[in-house]
């Protein structure tokens, strides 16, 4: 006969039976009488069922996690084939085998206790007088008795959750789940910001913080578990996946039992319930924060009394913000509530106002394009094409007000430009011009100095106006321009001397440099 493969026995809690039956708790039952033959000592094994079988290959009846009841009626007494029985078992998963003496084998077959020694998996000797049913009904009864235990204590600790919840919200639901747990507890709001904890992890948000960036990859998922060699630390989802209005942060020394999950996830519909606003209090916070920013934009208040009050609504006074605008197109109605709403469901720190001219928002530099994402998006999916948005560069919290004009700019050249988004940060001349009444409005300024050069329709003309765009665009530098140009640099300090005897510019005034660029770049066709 072929040789037998000896296994190791697989692992001794069935992953998917929380309510498993201790071994040892078997054995320590007297009216049994059951005695462990291999190994020396009980080990950490959890049983699902007890199953008697007295088949030569019972693996098709089998579906791990048993202790499996025999006889060995059909026992072959041949070694090899005791343990080619013994190798199946294990590979079906098998959790233990108890073997009853008296009917057919005085002792246990040695070839079995061999097998068992050698796999690891447990081996129980059961006496003639223990009935196999007896067994079966103790793993019952003892299955039964835990259920039981486990709906108890969470019953029980809904009430005192609830209790605690109603006496000292958030903070105090935090500390009676620490409790029961034997855990450290940490609340984060929908911005990440700490809400309560209860137990001490100095690290704790830091380490929750790093997992949620790697939930975001996984959009359906609502909880993360991390399992270490110290314990597991387990993060849950607040509120509705489209829009969580917090997290809950749980670490216990080791793993969560089903009864641990349980409760877990009852302190997840109650904090649900405390972080939940409703419809009236999200929009008395939109009015709210709206008064802060209308005050942050007012040059006669002071800006760090008002900076204080935006860390209610998720800033910091060291933040760098951006101001954003959402200009709608003449005659349209104020995209507010679109915004607003975007910005709530991109879960970020935010203050928004309807200004004379368009929604002004104050958000992180950090959350600046997340931001701009979302409310391009909100306007996108409720057809709002006329709203076109302007971002400013960013600026210290206590300057944000500077913020609005620039918006503003990055916002007209977007419309100009036929985009969505304007980006201040990435305006050029040209894109400032593309506004027709910015356009017109250079060009009238700029019409008498350049009146010469550009009225004029003679050969010189024509190489003077080309020779001072291009030493212009060149930053006013001798050499670059000159190179660009194809002369030598007295020449064009030649041509130059003559520009500022037709248009009466310093061209070493940066001012003046300033305004005939401007004026060159508004000309039609330009």
Not at 137 to 158: I, K, L, S
Request: aromatic share 4%; proline share 5%.
């Amino acid at each position: 006969m072929d040789t037998v493969s000896m296994t190791a026995v697989p692992p001794a809690v069935p992953p998917d039976d929380p309510y498993g039956v201790s071994l040892a708790w078997l054995l320590d039952q007297d009216a049994l009488g059951l005695r462990l033959v291999e190994p020396a000592e009980a080990p950490e094994v959890r049983l699902g069922w007890a199953h008697a079988i007295e088949v030569l290959d019972p693996t098709p009846f089998l579906g791990g996690g048993e202790l499996v009841l025999t006889t060995g009626l059909r026992m072959p007494r041949a070694h090899a084939e005791q343990e080619a029985y013994v190798v199946r078992l294990v590979a079906a998963g098998v959790v233990g085998l108890a073997f009853g003496v008296g009917v057919r084998f005085a002792t246990i077959p040695v070839g079995l206790r061999d097998a068992c020694r050698r796999t690891g998996l447990p081996l129980l000797e059961v006496p003639l007088p223990t009935p196999f049913v007896a067994i079966a009904q103790a793993v019952a009864a003892r299955r039964a008795e835990q259920e039981n235990a486990v709906m108890h204590r969470a019953v029980t600790f809904q009430r005192q959750m609830t209790r605690a919840a109603l006496d000292g919200g958030v903070a105090g639901l935090s500390a009676a789940l620490a409790h029961e747990l034997h855990a450290t507890v940490l609340v984060l709001d929908e911005l990440e910001h700490p809400v309560a904890s209860a137990g001490e992890a100095p690290d704790l948000r830091d380490r929750v913080v790093a997992e949620l960036a790697g939930l975001a990859a996984w959009p359906g998922r609502a909880s993360i578990a991390v399992v270490s060699g110290t314990g597991t630390l387990a993060v849950q989802r607040l509120g509705g996946l489209e829009r969580p209005s917090g997290w809950l942060a749980v670490e216990v020394p080791g793993a969560l039992s089903v009864g641990d999950r349980l409760l877990l996830n009852q302190a997840v519909s109650l904090l649900t319930l405390q972080r939940e606003r409703p419809r009236e209090l999200v929009d008395a916070r939109h009015r709210l924060g709206a008064t802060v920013l209308e005050l942050l934009l007012d040059d006669d208040v002071v800006a760090p009394s008002v900076v204080r009050h935006l860390e209610h609504f998720g800033f910091e006074p060291g933040d760098r913000v951006r101001m954003l605008i959402a200009v709608p197109g003449k005659g349209r109605t104020s995209p507010l509530d679109l915004v607003a709403h975007a910005l709530d469901a991109a879960s970020v720190a935010h203050v928004e106002t309807d200004a004379t001219d368009g929604v002004l928002v104050l958000v992180r530099d950090e959350d600046v394009h997340g931001s701009a994402d979302a409310v391009a998006e909100g306007l996108a999916r409720a057809g709002r094409h006329d709203v076109v948005v302007g971002v400013s560069g960013a600026l210290p919290i206590g300057r944000a007000a500077s913020g609005r004009a620039a918006a503003l700019h990055a916002a007209a050249s977007a419309r100009a430009s036929h985009q969505q988004v304007g980006w201040y940060g990435t305006l050029t001349l040209e894109a400032i011009l593309a506004d027709d009444v910015v356009r017109a409005r250079v060009a009238t300024l700029a019409a008498s100095p350049l009146a010469p050069l550009l009225d004029g329709d003679s050969e010189r003309e024509r190489v003077l106006l080309e020779s001072l765009e291009v030493f212009l665009r060149h930053n006013g530098s001798w050499e670059t321009a000159s190179r660009a140009l194809g002369v030598h640099r007295h020449t064009l300090r030649n041509r130059m001397a003559r520009v500022e005897e037709l248009t009466g510019a310093r061209l070493d005034v940066a001012e003046d440099r300033v305004a005939l660029l401007l004026g060159l770049l508004a000309r039609d066709g330009t």
